[in-house]
């Protein structure tokens, strides 16, 4: 019986792991050193917050995995042996493989800070982080202040943890406006100031210079470029993340930051494919990068790989680009392509607005000669997924968008309705006289997958 082995239980691993035995009776091996279980990584924050129980953020009982014969091993590989087909293990257990998927993950950013590894300096990727900061930060006895270091979601999610504990956050952010690399300008400013009266020190335009030690060799405080030296308990490293493939520089696979991979999911060796974070394909595809660290990408990934593993060779095909967070209590809903300030395209308009009152707004990107439809941004807003992908396979125009932006809407009809002033603003910037249309569940549903 062919023998697949799979390095790595997060969701690219598991969603291989689970289509092919949909479609196969091959035998199947997940190794993983982080935990026994497949959990959800995306709720580590409110285990911490006290939402949840980390139990709770496994989607499966432990008797699924003996029930769908997906053999689970506990255990840290260091060697793959591709000429012999095998993978080692840090206790010379070697592992037969007929084909192997590797969906290691990545590990967070350290850029040779001095001090980046003391004790009571860590991110927030892996469960053993999360036990981590349970002891570097159980309470404001305990951690007086806290030291976020990068402006991305992962720094967003931990400085919201430190905060449901009265932990003061000091956060430190090297662009000139939150996450701006991403977001355009109005969106980012509104997440400065929703930060800010979230009573967190935001610091922007200030990298980290050092990590001072205590006596003990833990970290008390930091310095930056300011010139300012911050006392403080725990310094949350959350500085980006990178494909976890140290392991690998010796096994012949072709590397670059991640696991190079054809579209198809394959690396250079036979019979070897990569999946999920640390894989990289050798071109991006359309506007996305190379690397693509998201959830629901390792998702598509895994079911990929495993309809070409059971005989039905597929290619990596992600689709439209979409993606979902949180900022505090922000919602964020992203569409297509809508570019932050630093990486506009030339032929890009950006349509932009901000409820009066309210954390409140929308972004809606669009070819400034075509009208073209090309993605939108939404915080505070829901918006129906299946809508935005059809128009934009459709290639709606803009105006199109504005006048049926009621069928998009997510919210419940009880909760207010934004979509006459988003026309008024609309027509007021643009000089167009667009009309609302009344929601048609028809126009809805037709061609959703639902």
């Not at 000091?170 to 977001?183: D, P």
Request: contains cysteine.
């Amino acid at each position: 019986m062919e023998h697949i082995v799979i390095i790595g239980n997060g969701i690219a691993g598991i969603s291989a792991a689970r289509h092919i035995r949909k479609n196969s009776d091959k035998k199947i091996t997940v190794i993983s050193a982080e935990t026994e279980y497949f959990f959800s990584r995306t709720a580590l924050m409110y285990v911490y917050m006290g939402h949840m129980k980390f139990e709770h953020t496994q989607p499966y009982e432990p008797w699924f995995w003996k029930k769908n014969r997906i053999g689970l091993l506990k255990g840290y590989v260091t060697t793959i042996e591709h000429a012999t087909k095998k993978v080692v293990l840090s206790d010379k257990t070697e592992i037969p493989y007929d084909k192997l998927i590797i969906a290691v993950g990545s590990k967070p950013n350290k850029f040779g800070w001095p001090g980046q590894d003391l004790d009571g300096v860590q991110g927030l990727y892996h469960k053993q982080d999360l036990e981590k900061l349970e002891e570097n930060a159980p309470n404001n006895s305990v951690c007086k202040r806290a030291v976020i270091v990068g402006g991305g979601l992962i720094g967003i999610e931990l400085a919201e943890m430190l905060v449901t504990r009265n932990i003061p956050v000091t956060f430190l952010v090297r662009e000139n406006s939150f996450w701006n690399g991403v977001l355009p300008e109005g969106e980012s400013r509104m997440i400065n100031e929703h930060i800010l009266e979230h009573h967190i020190d935001l610091r922007l335009s200030t990298n980290l210079n050092e990590i001072l030690a205590d006596e003990n060799g833990r970290a008390k405080a930091v310095t930056t470029d300011k010139g300012d030296t911050i006392e403080c308990n725990v310094v949350g490293l959350t500085a980006g993340v990178s494909p976890n493939i140290d392991f690998l520089k010796e096994s012949g696979i072709t590397l670059g930051r991640g696991i190079k991979v054809n579209r198809y999911l394959e690396t250079n060796i036979p019979d070897i494919y990569a999946i999920g974070d640390c894989a990289e394909q050798h071109e991006g595809i359309g506007n996305r990068r190379p690397i693509e660290a998201v959830w629901y990408t390792g998702r598509m990934m895994g079911e990929t790989v495993a309809q070409t593993i059971c005989g039905n060779k597929r290619s990596y095909n992600p689709g439209h680009w979409f993606n979902s967070a949180k900022f505090l209590d922000i919602e964020y809903q992203t569409y297509g392509w809508v570019f932050g300030e630093r990486s506009k395209k030339e032929y890009e308009t950006h349509f932009h607005w901000r409820h009066a009152t309210e954390k409140i707004c929308v972004t809606i990107s669009f070819h400034k000669e075509t009208k073209k439809f090309l993605g939108i941004n939404t915080f505070g807003i829901r918006m129906r997924h299946e809508i935005f992908d059809r128009w934009l396979t459709e290639e709606r125009e803009v105006e199109h968008v504005i006048e049926y932006l009621k069928d998009a809407s997510f919210d419940p009809e009880f909760y207010a309705a934004y979509e006459a002033q988003i026309i008024a603003a609309y027509n007021a910037e643009f000089g167009t006289a667009i009309k609302a249309k009344k929601r048609s569940w028809k126009r809805v549903f037709e061609k959703a997958r639902i």
